[in-house]
């Protein structure tokens, strides 16, 4: 069974950081690409960052590009996503996503996501 | 980057109904293609891929249909578990895109 897990949301201030994690299982981690989807309370899905299986391509939304990273740990099955100078207009629930290949392609598992709440 | 128009934005229908969601791309995306299903509170699920292809264990009252830029999600006979968020999800490239959504209910 397909299990992904996140962690590390909370509440942070303007301008500060926070890393997520995702924990996975149930699959061949490295054999798939992730990512990290977004939605704002009361508002749709956006999609935040994707990385391959291998973790050599890795793409990100102009918005959150330059402040965001996204990473992956093959050895231990976790995805991360480490967010930087974090803005009030960056709160959402986080979801963790399983892609069905090894590259970029459609989310067919998500996880039950982590709120961030960006304030002061 | 691709964008996504979803429509109509919501919609009201009764049971038993057809309904129709439409998916537009502004470039086309041969059949990169998925529907993505959100009930209230919960975690969005994945429903077709391949713009037509249903996930396993999906019921069968619902089809997606569409190629290049114009696609649309269909329920032949709505039910009331189906009430739901219905977005849209382009992954012909990075960055992906999803569309607006389409919150269905029940007259």
């Known amino acids: 069974e397909v299990q992904l897990v996140e962690s590390g949301g909370g509440l942070v201030q303007p301008g500060g950081s926070l890393r997520l994690s995702c924990a996975v299982s149930?699959?061949?981690?490295?054999?798939?690409?992730m990512s990290w989807v977004r939605q704002a309370p009361g508002k749709g899905l956006e999609w935040v960052s994707a990385?391959?299986?291998?973790?050599?391509?890795?793409y990100y939304a102009d918005s959150v590009r330059g402040r965001f990273t996204i990473s992956r740990d093959n050895s231990k099955n976790i995805l991360y996503l480490q967010m930087n100078s974090l803005r009030a207009e960056d709160t959402a629930v986080y979801y963790c996503a399983k892609q069905r290949g090894t590259t970029v392609t459609t989310i067919d598992y998500w996880g039950q996501g982590t709120l961030v709440t960006v304030s002061s | 980057d691709i964008q996504m128009t979803q429509s109509p934005s919501s919609l009201s229908a009764s049971v038993g109904d057809r309904v129709t969601i439409t998916c537009r791309a502004s470039?086309?995306?041969?059949?990169?293609l998925a529907w993505h299903q959100q009930k209230p509170g919960k975690v969005p699920k994945l429903l077709v891929f391949a713009a037509s292809t249903l996930l396993s264990g999906v019921p069968s009252r619902f089809s997606g249909s569409g190629s290049g830029t114009d696609f649309t999600l269909t329920i032949s006979s709505l039910q009331p578990e189906d009430v739901a968020t219905y977005y849209c999800q382009e992954y012909n490239s990075a960055p992906l895109t999803f569309g607006g959504g389409t919150t269905v209910e029940i007259k």
């Open positions: 990385v391959s299986g291998s973790g050599g391509s890795i």
């Open positions: 470039q086309d995306i041969a059949n990169y």
């Open positions: 149930g699959f061949t981690f490295s054999s798939y690409a």
